[in-house]
């Protein structure tokens, strides 16, 4: 069973089960941290201090898929259509590394907005 992390923001939390990559190693070893939160369509993403490049880049992705995203070295969360999605798939706005996925419910994550300060923790 790969390595969990549990993501809040406010009364909201999730969990997430990472892959094993060399994407999911930096960020393992960043946490704990805290963030802002910005929001594109359904997709929630904030700045961690992890520097790292691409690692079988995505463009589409699942609900429930959390990645990287190089250019703007932050952490996202995917949970359903962003702005450069066609039709009802879910889109990043570039290639992004796919480290984990969330366990749960994903719905729970469109009452996070803009400006809401988020934390990510190793769940041991």
Not at 48 to 59: F, L, T
Request: net charge positive; glycine share 10%; proline share 6%.
């Amino acid at each position: 069973m790969g390595k969990k992390i549990s993501i809040r923001s406010g009364s909201i939390a999730v969990e997430a089960e990472l892959v094993e990559n060399r994407t999911s190693k930096a960020i393992w070893e960043a946490l704990p941290l805290e963030s802002v939160v910005n929001t594109w369509g359904e997709e929630i993403y904030f700045s961690v201090p992890v520097s790292i490049g691409p690692e079988n880049g995505q463009e589409t992705l699942q609900a429930g898929d959390i990645a990287y995203w190089p250019p703007g070295k932050a952490f996202c969360v995917f949970f359903g259509p962003t702005p450069a999605s066609r039709g009802k798939e879910i889109r990043a706005a570039s290639k992004v590394n796919v480290f984990g996925k969330l366990t749960g419910d994903t719905g729970v994550l469109r009452r996070v907005t803009d400006g809401d300060k988020i934390s990510v923790a190793k769940k041991l």
